[in-house]
Structure formats: structure tokens, C-alpha cells
């Protein structure tokens, strides 16, 4: 059967996460029912990554079987008509070869995490940043941020429900940019890696935060690193403002 891939971007707030779940709205359970729509078979689609409860995407790639074959631009449009109004399109679609998985085909994964510093609540973005009412140390954030980019083992930054065989990842970047607001300062946080542990970049951004308050010294994130133990993370920061930006593959999909 035609293999297809699919980039994808949804507001996580109404959803348990990417995954499907028996009594509970998900990503994948609407998409499952809006291709359901297009062929009568029972559909399954597999996602680059498993994002959690209210986290966003804007490039979220997931792969799909079809009885048929589609053209791209057909099939992405008859699902963005299917899937309304749910708050989830499908911005690509392309036809992929037969052994290609959205999920182990995967050579790197992007997070974009927006955290905004100000005093007053969020309207407009609510549920879609982090808000703090104090300000940060960018530089402070950077020089704590640099103990975690390589290989190590995480198990500080995991998740106690991870499902990961191993702690041991690699982190290729960490970066860090300052946008002033009319009323506060916008921290963007560029997270880059092959794979992630369950609750990863959420630990990194709320420990960062404490470094970035002054609460913590930069060495205290080196410090929490070698601990292996997970009582030596920081908070877990919320996930409204947690985006999958984009999924890298061999070659370029869309």
C-alpha cells in the first residue's frame, strides 16, 4: 500500500498529548478519524515524536498507509477539510518509500520552548508560553545550559515514567535568544537532539530558570547532571510553551 508522510501543526491545549488514549482526546485520535473519513478501513498513523499533554507542534511528521494512492496536495486538503474544527492542519503531505517510519527514519528533532517575562497575565498567548513575573539572566541561562550539550547520561532530566531503554543521550544544541515586548522580554529556548527523554526539554528549561532567577548558580546545573538522581532537577516548567518545530530526515520530504 502507498505509503504517505505528513507534516503537522496543532495547538496541544484541548489534548492528552500525541498519543492515542481509550477515554481521553489526542492528536493522533483525530487524525485517525478524519482519514477514517477518506477510506472505510481502520486507519494508524505513527508519529516523529510523542509530544505530552498541551504541548504544541509546528512541524510534527507522522506516516500513514493508505488503500490508494493519493496526490499529495489532495490528501492533505481533503484531511485539513476533514479534520475541522479541530485545531490541527496538515500544512504537507508527500508520498515516501515503503520502509520509511516517521519515527526511526528520524535523524534530528527541534523543540522550541517561548518563555515570557512580565508582570501582567497572558491573554492572547495564554497557554501558549510560560509566564514568569521576574526577570532572567540570559547569560547566566547560556553558561549553566553549556554542562548539558553533548553526550551524557540524563537520568536527572528524565521523567520517573520515562520508557526510554537508556538515560544516555546526546544534546547537539541549547540556544538561547532575548526578544523585547512591549511590556517584558520574550527567552526562546532552540533545543536540538536525535531523540529525547520523556519530560527532557521541559526539565532543562525549568532548571535553566532557576539559574536564570538567581535562585541557582550556573554550576549547580553541572552539579545536578552528575548526580544521575532525579531528585537534583529543577521544577518542571509547564508545557503550554513547548513547540516540536521540526523533524529532520536524509532527505528533505516536503
Known amino acids: 500500500m502507498p505509503r504517505y508522510a505528513l507534516k503537522i501543526e496543532y495547538d496541544g491545549t484541548p489534548y492528552s498529548g500525541w498519543q492515542r488514549q481509550r477515554e481521553a482526546m489526542s492528536v493522533q485520535g483525530e487524525l485517525e478519524a478524519a482519514l477514517q473519513k477518506l477510506q472505510d478501513a481502520e486507519m494508524s498513523v505513527t508519529g516523529a515524536g510523542r509530544t505530552d499533554s498541551g504541548v504544541h507542534a509546528t512541524g510534527q511528521v507522522a506516516d500513514v498507509e493508505m488503500t490508494r494512492d493519493w496526490d499529495p496536495f489532495r490528501l492533505s486538503e481533503a484531511l485539513n477539510w476533514h479534520l475541522k ?14 520502509d520509511f517510519s516517521a519515527r526511526f527514519s528520524a535523524r534530528e528533532r527541534q523543540y522550541l520552548f517561548r518563555l515570557v517575562s512580565r508582570r501582567a497575565p497572558m491573554t492572547l498567548e495564554r497557554d501558549r508560553v510560560w509566564r514568569v513575573n521576574h526577570t532572567l539572566d540570559i547569560e547566566a541561562m547560556r553558561e549553566a545550559a553549556s554542562h548539558l550539550i553533548g ?15 537508556s538515560p544516555v543521550k546526546t544534546l547537539d544544541a541549547l540556544e538561547m535568544e532575548a526578544i523585547d515586548l512591549p511590556h517584558g522580554t520574550e527567552y526562546r529556548f532552540h533545543i536540538r537532539a536525535r531523540s529525547f527523554l520523556h519530560n527532557q526539554v521541559r526539565s532543562f528549561v525549568g532548571t535553566l530558570e532557576r539559574v536564570g532567577c538567581g535562585a541557582w548558580t550556573p554550576d549547580r546545573v ?15 516548567c509547564p508545557p503550554g510553551g513547548l513547540y516540536l518545530s521540526k523533524v529532520l530526515y536524509p532527505t528533505d520530504l516536503f
Open 85 to 98: 474544527p479541530a485545531p490541527i492542519a496538515i500544512l504537507a503531505a508527500a508520498r515516501v518509500a515503503d
Open 151 to 165: 553526550t551524557h547520561d540524563f537520568t536527572t532530566f528524565r521523567s520517573s515514567i520515562c520508557q526510554a531503554q
Open 222 to 236: 553541572e552539579e545536578a547532571l552528575a548526580a544521575r538522581d532525579r531528585a537534583a532537577c529543577g521544577p518542571v
